[in-house]
């Protein structure tokens, strides 16, 4: 079963978002290598993901990647549910939050809003809040912010 991730995730229902391509999540058993494959091409981009037996296992893979936006797989609820990821298991990730880019500060608005509702939900005005901010980081132009 692949799993809609990333900002398509969040976004797709606005009017105006122009993602750059569709991400996927794919759990599989698997031998052929250790935890996270990537397979990118034809504007998508599948992340195939060795399936664990417990889920301290997909926390212990994200915090040690160190790699910020890994957290965003774990802010998708089906992803959350299909390896028994609570909102009570979110805490343990904020140190990939305090490694977010500035492209995926998005990710932390999400975050936070979990963490505050208490569920894997967002209220409209916190899904506006996120996409704001997703859209400035990505009004550039040689690499300067171009003003509204």
Partial sequence: MKILIGSRYFFDCYED???K???ELELIDTAEFSQ???ITGQGRCLF???RHARTQEYIDWAVKSKIGMVVGKFLVPEFCQEIGFTINDLPKLQVLIDRLDDKH???EIIYNAYLYNGSFTLTQSQRDGAYQSYKESRRT???LKVEK
Wanted: proline share 0%; aromatic share 12%.
């Fill in 141 to 143: 132009e040689c690499g």
């Fill in 21 to 23: 391509d569709i991400d």
């Fill in 105 to 107: 500060k998005y990710e």
């Fill in 48 to 50: 195939q993901l060795k």
């Fill in 17 to 19: 978002f122009n993602g």
């Fill in 36 to 38: 996270v494959r990537q």
